[in-house]
């Protein structure tokens, strides 16, 4: 609410939706049957602590605490650590594993979440050992929480025939034989669905043309500078 703050949104109705409101719905499916999820954030359900707790078990909090502590004031930089530590593929005793393929039936099938408070506190209480399992939407709706809760206004973005761009050319590639017949050597792919998520603060490092929503994506694909 403060004009002076890196992540001052000036529209009262945003700051309520962005930063305030702690149910939502996110959006999954495919682009010819899209369905609407109702999740809750609960933002406000006792989760500071959690929320703090993962800034410290970070590895960038691990390889220089008191740089760490000195940057998180920047919501860049605590977007960036919030969003390696919202997945635990990485061995950083991170909150969610991902899991795609396969049975879930020694733990929880991503799609029976519908909120990130059972979500972190069960991190907690497993000695913040990875909940399993997480899928794209889990992932984003965690994050949004765990970012609300710090101040930062954060929103979630769906995306339909979402391309992954794995070689990163700029375009996705597939390949054919002289008949016709499609050759499995590209690992691009497009998938239904993706979610990931935006939050709100200016980015006086890029000038004020780049201010306001920003790109975060949690869940764990590719690693982004190691």
């Known amino acids: 609410w403060f004009s002076g703050d890196d992540v001052f949104i000036a529209n009262e109705n945003e700051r309520q939706e962005y930063?305030?409101?702690?149910?939502?719905i996110i959006f999954v499916g495919n682009a010819r049957y899209i369905e609407a999820r109702a999740w809750y954030y609960g933002q406000f359900q006792d989760l500071l602590n959690i929320c703090l707790t993962m800034l410290d078990l970070s590895l960038y909090y691990r390889q220089d605490p008191a740089m760490d502590v000195s940057r998180r004031g920047d919501p860049?930089?605590?977007?960036?650590?919030?969003?390696?530590?919202?997945n635990g593929n990485d061995n950083d005793n991170g909150v969610l594993l991902g899991k795609w393929q396969g049975s879930f039936h020694s733990h929880e099938n991503p799609s029976r979440w519908d909120g990130s408070v059972?979500?972190?506190?069960?991190w907690r209480q497993?000695?913040?050992?990875?909940?399993?399992?997480?899928?794209?939407?889990?992932?984003?709706?965690v994050m949004c929480t765990v970012l609300r809760c710090l101040g930062i206004p954060t929103r979630l973005v769906s995306n339909f025939n979402s391309a992954h761009d794995v070689d990163r050319n700029l375009s996705i590639d597939k390949y054919y034989d002289s008949s016709g017949r499609s050759l499995n050597i590209s690992k691009d792919s497009t998938w239904d669905y993706h979610v990931w998520n935006e939050?709100?603060?200016?980015?006086?490092?890029?000038?004020?043309?780049?201010?306001?929503?920003?790109?975060?994506?949690a869940t764990p694909q590719e690693q982004s500078k190691g």
């Open 199 to 217: 939050s709100w603060f200016i980015r006086p490092d890029l000038g004020r043309s780049y201010n306001g929503w920003q790109v975060l994506d």
């Open 19 to 24: 930063v305030l409101n702690e149910n939502g």
């Open 76 to 86: 860049k930089y605590v977007g960036r650590v919030i969003s390696s530590m919202i």
């Open 118 to 122: 059972v979500i972190l506190k069960k």
């Open 126 to 141: 497993d000695n913040y050992r990875p909940v399993q399992y997480g899928q794209c939407w889990v992932f984003a709706g």
